[in-house]
Nanobody, 126 residues
Framework: EVQLQASVGGLVQPGGSLRLSCATS????????IGWFRQAPGKEREGVSC????????YYDDSVKGRFTISSDNAKNTMYLQMNSLKPEDTAVYYC???????????????????WGQGTQVTVSS
């Protein structure tokens, strides 16, 4: 059974940091591209960051570039999103996702997601 279990998010003050993790099982993480998406209240879900080992590419949305870092530990079948210098506009439900075609050079493809995590709330507020 395929499972993606995201860690609990939380409430963070502006300028703070938070690391999201997503433990996976039921498939070989290294085989897929990995990605994080988010959906803010009243907005559509958007791609935040993705990484494709096959295509040797990493993508960050302009709004998070220089602040967020995507990574994975394939030995632990876990992917991460390190979020630094958080801003109130980063408040959203964050989703981890994997798929062969979700990460292209310069953009992230939601329609390529094959497996989704359950979503975790991140709130940035003082």
């Amino acid at each position: 059974e395929v499972q993606l279990q995201a860690s609990v998010g939380g409430l963070v003050q502006p300028g703070g940091s938070l690391r999201l993790s997503c433990a996976t099982s039921g498939f070989t993480l290294d085989y897929y591209a990995i990605g994080w998406f988010r959906q803010a209240p009243g907005k559509e879900r958007e791609g935040v960051s993705c990484f494709s080992r096959r295509d040797d590419g990493t993508y960050y949305d302009d709004s998070v570039k220089g602040r967020f870092t995507i990574s994975s530990d394939n030995a632990k079948n876990t992917m991460y999103l390190q979020m630094n210098s958080l801003k109130p506009e980063d408040t959203a439900v964050y989703y981890c996702a994997v798929g062969l075609e979700i990460c292209k050079i310069g953009y992230q493809v939601e329609s390529g997601v094959e497996f989704w995590g359950q979503g975790t709330q991140v709130t940035v507020s003082s």
